[in-house]
């Protein structure tokens, strides 16, 4: 079973546990699959023994989740984190070396650059550092995350880092506005 078919069986499983009545057409626009594929993957959970099929209307069956089914949801969401911790580990570990690799100097202000999911990594990372973390910086969103404002591009003179950690794509108008005084780190994977 390929881990994109895993991932389908799992987020119908889920989807089948949570709802108390769901048609195939809430499904697909519920996980943004088409009805032919939840189709084909509710006959594969049935044939298994996971999902059971109450009713004979087409437009009324309900689908439940069999003490089977359960079980292997359970299994499948631990398969799922084991995995994903190994790749979060691994990407941590990566984004360390890169932040341990800036030569401070006695320089340890910083600001990072976009929100994503590497951010997050570099704000944890950063915590058990000697660093500053003076602002986060994006041009699309504005939000407030771990404590901070999320500012524009255009403020980061009101903050002056040393250092612009960089965790997404940056455009040429961006860079243009990042005080020479600014080294870039590129800490994207």
Known sequence: MSNQEEITQYNIL??????EQI??????LQLGI???????????????GLVKMLGVNPRRIRYILTPKGIAEKTQMAYKFFDRNFHFYK????????????IPLHGKNSVAIYGITDLMEM?????????????????????IRIFGYH??????????APDF??????????????????????????
Request: glycine letters at 2%.
């Open 14 to 19: 889920q989807s089948i546990e949570n709802g």
């Open 23 to 28: 048609s195939q057409r809430q499904l697909s």
């Open 34 to 48: 088409n009805v032919a594929s939840i189709n084909f993957a509710l006959k594969k959970l049935t044939k298994r």
């Open 90 to 101: 691994a990407v941590r570990k990566d984004v360390e070396n890169k932040i341990n690799s």
């Open 122 to 142: 570099a704000y944890l990372v950063i915590q058990d550092k000697e660093i500053d973390l003076v602002a986060i910086i994006d041009n699309e969103l504005k």
């Open 150 to 159: 999320v500012v524009g591009i255009d403020e980061i003179h009101k903050y």
């Open 164 to 189: 612009l950690l960089v965790t997404k794509e940056v455009d040429a108008y961006t860079i243009k506005q990042i005080p020479d005084s600014i080294k870039i780190v590129d800490i994207r994977i």
